[in-house]
T-cell receptor, first 113, second 116 residues
Framework: EAGVTQFPSHSVIEKGQTVTLRCDPISGHDNLYWYRRVMGKEIKFLLH????????ESGMPNNRFLAERTGGTYSTLKVQPAELEDSGVYFC???????????FGEGSRLTVL | AQSVTQLDSQVPVFEEAPVELRCNYSSSVSVYLFWYVQYPNQGLQLLLK??????LVESINGFEAEFNKSQTSFHLRKPSVHISDTAEYFC??????????????FGQGTILTVHP
């Protein structure tokens, strides 16, 4: 069974550009989470989808970040326009049930120059 | 709100030596506690967790952690480490019950480097 997959693994863009990160959860997992780790800091929660609905988006830093999960399958996280402080590793995780074990992807590293 | 402090950012040890990675947390409500491990070029993997019951929990690869409520700690230990244990380890908490689901609060991570 395939795990959580994220694409791209690494993205380098210039300040002001747009980047879209994609996450494919484990098949059948209704719960999908985005986390972010800024260099040298802790991993922080961004938001939680249950199917296509946003259950909790309290961790989204500002309105330059837009997360979608159309159809309740894969999810995208768009950063527009990107700023220097957006650099970091973006992790996606999924779980089958709300309080179930989280399975993490390898992360997408974003570098904003 | 919860917070997690991992007291050591880096821990170098020699192979077959014991190791302890320290984790303290703060929370005004009951929490579940977790240790995750990230090996190079891989995603985070759950190492072990405390939800309830025995305060000593073990992983399949020889790690153990003990929940100490009075000291609000959840230190990770292994009596004899291997080269393959080299990784970054993250302590995390989640509010018990409620609707917080998978909203974890992580510590800053501890890089464990095992030398031959």
């Amino acid at each position: 069974e395939a795990g959580v997959t994220q694409f791209p693994s690494h993205s380098v863009i210039e300040k002001g550009q747009t980047v879209t990160l994609r996450c494919d959860p484990i098949s059948g997992h209704d719960n999908l989470y985005w986390y972010r780790r800024v260099m040298g800091k802790e991993i922080k929660f961004l938001l939680h989808f249950v199917k296509e609905s946003k259950q909790d988006e309290s961790g989204m830093p500002n309105n330059r970040f837009l997360a979608e999960r159309t159809g309740g399958t894969y999810s995208t996280l768009k950063v527009q326009p990107a700023e220097l402080e957006d650099s970091g590793v973006y992790f996606c995780a999924s779980s089958q049930v709300p309080n179930g074990e989280l399975f993490f992807g390898e992360g997408s590293r974003l570098t904003v120059l | 709100a919860q917070s997690v402090t991992q007291l050591d950012s880096q821990v170098p040890v020699f192979e077959e030596a014991p190791v302890e990675l320290r984790c303290n947390y703060s929370s005004s409500v009951s929490v579940y506690l977790f240790w995750y491990v990230q090996y190079p070029n891989q995603g985070l993997q759950l190492l072990l967790k405390y939800l309830s019951g025995s305060t000593l929990v073990e992983s399949i690869n020889g790690f153990e952690a003990e929940f100490n409520k009075s000291q609000t700690s959840f230190h990770l230990r292994k009596p004899s480490v291997h080269i393959s244990d080299t990784a970054e380890y993250f302590c995390a908490v989640r509010r018990a019950g409620g609707t917080s689901y998978g909203k974890l609060t992580f510590g800053q991570g501890t890089i464990l480097t095992v030398h031959p």
